[in-house]
């Protein structure tokens, strides 16, 4: 079995077991920082771990949900591991929740994963293969201005006083998941994700390549991509977006930088 049809079977496996334990009725605890973690994130953690493992027990492993072994760092390829990409979303019955998989080989992710059980969606991506909404091939879309353009993000974030410039008038929609935002740009139904926060890599990896792989921009506000597997596994922001929304985007955040 190749690393895409790995990634895929075990992706729909814990999102069903994910949604299982939900309706059974979740087990809720608190992470530093008041980050909520139920048993369904621990559960669909370990079924992907041993899933995975077993079958390429020479890759390392990044999760959420399991202590960072730095032994990581010597692997040239190494899982990087969401269960549960928007657990509030996952916690509140909202749909916007997804498991996300990738492969890393080096810095970069090859292989990615995003499953949303609760839309019956699933984005895969390999390295120079394109990008596919369950099998059909999809692109990121056209738009070449800010005004009236679709934006993942919170509403709030974009009618902040603080911002130098203020944003145009967007259509703004949350989707709790970051994963399920940057798949959304991916496939067209929106026109940029931008979080001007710092992210984890598993947050990130799987979305990053379906994106990329479907035509977007998808990096931090300085404009940089991401690189992953590194000691510390967080981006600085997300910004991902149609190609020619890119330098309207970054001109807007890039004060920002030195504060991350």
Known sequence: MDDLALLLDAAREAGELAGKLRRQGLEIEYKAGNSPVTNADLAADRLLKERLLTARPNYGWLSEETADDPARLAQQRIFVVDPIDGTRAFLNDRPWWAVSVA????????????????????YAAHAGQGATLDGEAIRVGGRETLEACRMAGDPNLFRHPSWPTPWPEMQVEARNSTAYRMCLVAGGQFDAAVA?????????????????????????????????????????????????????ILDRVRHIGSAN
């Open 196 to 248: 001007p926060v710092a992210k984890h890599d598993w947050d990130l990896a799987a979305a990053d390549l379906i994106a990329t792989e479907a035509g977007a921009f998808v990096g931090d506000h300085h404009g940089q991509t991401f690189r992953y597997n590194r000691p510390k596994p967080v981006q600085a922001s997300l910004v991902c977006c149609a190609p020619a929304l890119t330098p309207l």
């Open 103 to 122: 492969v890393v080989d080096g810095e970069r992710p090859v292989t990615g994963v995003v499953f949303a059980p609760e839309v019956g969606e699933t």
